[in-house]
């Protein structure tokens, strides 16, 4: 069974761009998050989408943003790209929520901001 | 106020070695999750095991095993016999209601083990 996958692997931008990331859940799974780990602030939870719908976000201004599409699949974009969102930003996704389920990540999308 | 503590930042140890990993968390909560991630250098974080409140059995999984103590807040992880392939940065992690609901996983610093040949 093939387990989550994110593109692309790695994403160079440039100050003020905007950058989208993309992550296809576990089939089955209808949860997906977002995490972000930057140097020196280690992992951070970033958004939570369930059922197309956004649950749960955490501390991080309205320019991070995203959906979930009716496949489960997800987006990240960022706006007015910061020399300080260089990140790995990892997806995971899970089962449906209600109680708590494991959680599996993908491999992560590098985003370097120049 | 951090509610996941993993005091070691690094630790280098030789092969066959035990090495323990710590971690401390703080909650309010009476009903919490811990976990325990594992993160190669490849970067996607492998999960190792989740544990909840209730239940304070220690866990062994071969070569891996986890002590929780609600008395100490402490969720320790052993790796017996270490080897090459268990150098990774380790992750322990807490899900609770109060943050924001279990789903939400509060992450500590990490600790990046070394084992050497």
């Known amino acids: 069974e093939a387990g989550v996958t994110q593109s692309p692997t790695h994403l160079i931008k440039t100050r003020g761009q905007q950058a989208t990331l993309r992550c296809s859940p576990i089939?089955?799974?209808?949860?997906v998050y977002w995490y972000q780990q930057a140097l020196g602030l280690g992992l951070q939870f970033l958004l939570w989408?369930?059922?197309?719908?956004?649950?749960n976000r955490g501390n991080f201004p309205p320019r991070f943003s995203g959906r979930q599409f009716p496949n489960y699949s997800s987006e990240l974009n960022v706006n007015a790209l910061e020399l300080e969102d260089s990140a790995l930003y990892l997806c995971?996704?899970?089962?449906?929520?209600?109680?708590?389920?494991?959680?599996?990540f993908g491999p992560g999308t590098r985003l370097t901001v120049l | 106020a951090q509610k996941v503590t993993q005091a070691q930042t690094e630790i280098s140890v030789v092969e066959k070695e035990d090495v323990t990993l710590d971690c401390v968390y703080e909650?309010?909560?009476?009903?919490?999750?811990l976990f325990w991630y594992k993160q190669p250098p490849s970067g996607e974080l492998v999960f190792l095991i989740r544990?909840?409140?209730?239940?304070?059995q220690n866990e062994i999984s071969g070569r891996y095993s986890w002590n929780f103590q609600k008395s100490t807040s402490s969720f320790n992880f052993t790796i017996t016999a270490s080897q090459v392939v268990d150098s990774a940065v380790y992750f322990c992690?807490?899900?609770?209601?109060?943050?924001?609901?279990?789903?939400?996983?509060?992450f500590g610093a990490g600790t990046r083990l070394a084992v050497h040949p």
């Open positions: 995971a996704s899970s089962l449906a929520s209600g109680s708590y389920n494991e959680q599996f």
């Open positions: 089939s089955g799974h209808t949860s």
């Open positions: 989408y369930d059922e197309g719908e956004e649950r």
């Open positions: 909650t309010r909560d009476t009903t919490y999750y």
């Open positions: 544990r909840n409140s209730f239940d304070e």
């Open positions: 992690a807490l899900s609770e209601l109060f943050s924001g609901g279990y789903n939400k996983l509060i």
